[in-house]
């Protein structure tokens, strides 16, 4: 047994996309994990397929606890019963266009609700966290690869939301140095369980590349708009670095880790990408050579707001947690074409 291991770890958000890839990698480690989540962006039956692929015997590992982490008397009752060795707090609202619409809902959901979560957590003694932040902090970069040391700024509300509670977490750490914060900056997670049992499953049409795509693929939607054709890039279209959800569960198990047996960790960020940018297009033939379909496609003007290129310097996260993404696109478009192809309408039976 590891260090650390006989204690358990909350999971907030740990039924969405990211938590359940991440809480399945844990429970593998021989972590012991508790789930808090609203079910606001997932269902239980996310809960239940995790369970199935870990096995009867590490499924007891893990317990499922029905809440919002804005309500102190959900956290209450967790923490009064358990202590736990560290939190990794995934609970947020992720949609940057809903975000712009409606910006209290953000601030509320995101802001109030971490802001619980550390109280309940300072309380409690439990000064371990592993916070989901995201490349939306370097906003429109001048240069890439992005470093976790370039200036950060916000482009809406959600961003916003991940600028201030990474501020929130670094002057958390300095006002009581028991505090230790691992802030991970993912940039473009996609992909599926190897097993397409798990998966992304939004609700209403997709933000996302990936996902449209794939509800393309499987006659959901009629064709992907592609926006913009004319940045300067080798193709026309923007650049991302895509990441699979594997490689990514992976990196917070390594960030846990480290926080468990670190005592002088502070509040410190990590890059979490493959280093590598794709364009649009370049994803578009990947999912088609994956997946065998043809993916009608139209050029469309820009995206408000979209950077032409942004990727991940990867140097720091190889360096200080010995983690380096194992997948490449390849591998991203077959996993999330199993996902898609055993389960075209997501958790959920095909409408009527
Ligand atoms: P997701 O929506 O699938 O998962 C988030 C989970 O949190 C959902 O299950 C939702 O029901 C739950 N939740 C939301 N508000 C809650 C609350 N108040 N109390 C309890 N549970 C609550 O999203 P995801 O893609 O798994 O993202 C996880 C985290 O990573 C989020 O904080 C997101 O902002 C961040 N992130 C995601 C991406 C991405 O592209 N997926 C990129 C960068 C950062
Ligand atoms: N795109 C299309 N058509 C679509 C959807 C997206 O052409 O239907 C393009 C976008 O214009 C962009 C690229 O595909 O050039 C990637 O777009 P995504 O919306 O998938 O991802 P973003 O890089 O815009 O943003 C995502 C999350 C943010 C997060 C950021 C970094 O939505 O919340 O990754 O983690 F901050």
């Known amino acids: ?151 950060l700024t916000a482009m809406n509300p959600y961003g916003r939301t991940k600028l201030f509670l990474e501020e929130i977490a670094r002057d958390l750490q300095k006002a009581d140095s028991e505090w230790r914060i691992i802030l991970l900056r993912y940039f473009n997670p996609v992909g599926a369980h190897e097993s397409g049992m798990l998966g992304e499953d939004p609700k209403g049409i997709p933000n996302n590349l990936m996902p449209y795509i794939t509800q393309v693929a499987v006659g959901r939607l009629p064709e992907l708009n592609v926006y913009g054709h004319d940045y300067p890039t080798h193709d026309g279209s923007a650049i991302r670095d895509y990441i699979h959800v594997m490689d990514l569960a992976d990196g917070h198990v390594v960030a846990l880790e480290k926080l468990l047996e670190h005592k002088d960790i502070g509040c410190v960020a990590y890059n979490l990408g493959t280093g590598h940018g794709t364009s649009v297009l370049e994803m578009v033939a990947a999912f088609e050579k994956a997946s065998g379909k043809k993916i009608p496609i139209k050029l469309c003007p820009r995206r408000p707001g979209d950077a032409t290129a942004v990727y991940a310097s990867t140097e720091k996260a190889g360096k200080e947690l010995g983690w380096k993404a194992k997948y490449g696109v390849d591998e991203m478009c077959r996993d999330q074409w199993k996902w898609a192809s055993q389960n075209p309408w997501g958790y959920q039976p095909k409408p009527k």
């Open 1 to 151: 047994m590891g260090i650390g291991m006989e204690e358990k770890i909350l999971v907030t958000g740990g039924a969405g996309f990211i938590g359940t890839h991440t809480v399945l990698q844990l429970l593998k480690q021989g972590f012991k994990v508790s789930i808090i989540d609203n079910l606001d962006n997932s269902v239980e039956e996310a809960i239940h397929r995790l369970r199935k692929l870990v096995g009867p015997q590490l499924s007891q590992n893990v317990e499922f606890h029905l809440g919002d982490i804005r309500n102190e008397k959900d956290l209450e009752k967790l923490f009064s019963q358990t202590k736990f060795g560290a939190v990794i707090h995934f609970a947020g609202l992720k949609a940057v266009g809903e975000s712009v619409a409606h910006p209290m809902r953000y601030f509320d959901n995101n802001l109030v609700g971490s802001i619980t979560l550390y109280k309940v957590m300072a309380k409690y003694n439990c000064k371990k966290l592993v916070f989901s932040s995201s490349a939306t902090v370097y906003g429109q970069p001048d240069k890439v690869p992005c470093v976790e040391n370039f200036e």
